[in-house]
């Protein structure tokens, strides 16, 4: 059976993002699976996701994101004991979906970078 990975937008689900009421705030959960080793600059995907963050942090101080949340799960209390855990869990909190939305489409955001240290990935809105 062959694993999916999924590091892309659903573009059906951003547009019911994008209708969402325009004054509430919105709080996106990403579960992130980093790779062992990216291969164009040998470091690890923890190393690169560093980077990442620090070339997207001025986007998100640009949006007003709040970020609530980095850190990495440790132990599965409800649900299989055998299930791998995700690497880091991140939890960022926007004003409004519109704050989001410019963000990630803006000139010049590191999606490339974020792509690169990760495996796989979970970007799930939540309010």
Not at 108 to 118: F, I, N
Request: hydrophobic fraction near 40%.
């Amino acid at each position: 059976m062959k694993t999916t990975y999924h590091k892309t937008i659903n573009k059906e689900q951003l547009k019911a993002l994008s209708l969402l009421p325009a004054d509430k705030p919105v709080v996106m959960m990403n579960l992130l699976k980093f790779k062992d080793t990216v291969a164009e600059t040998g470091l690890s995907g923890t190393e690169s996701y560093k980077g990442y963050m620090k070339a997207a942090m001025p986007f998100f101080i640009k949006a007003n994101a709040e970020i609530l949340y980095l850190g990495k799960p440790q132990r599965t209390l409800i649900g299989p004991e055998n299930e791998a855990l995700w690497d880091k869990i991140l939890l960022v909190k926007y004003k409004t979906p519109v704050d989001f939305l410019e963000m990630i489409t803006a000139k010049g955001y590191p999606t490339h970078l974020r792509d690169k240290a990760l495996l796989d990935s979970r970007l799930i809105q939540c309010n």
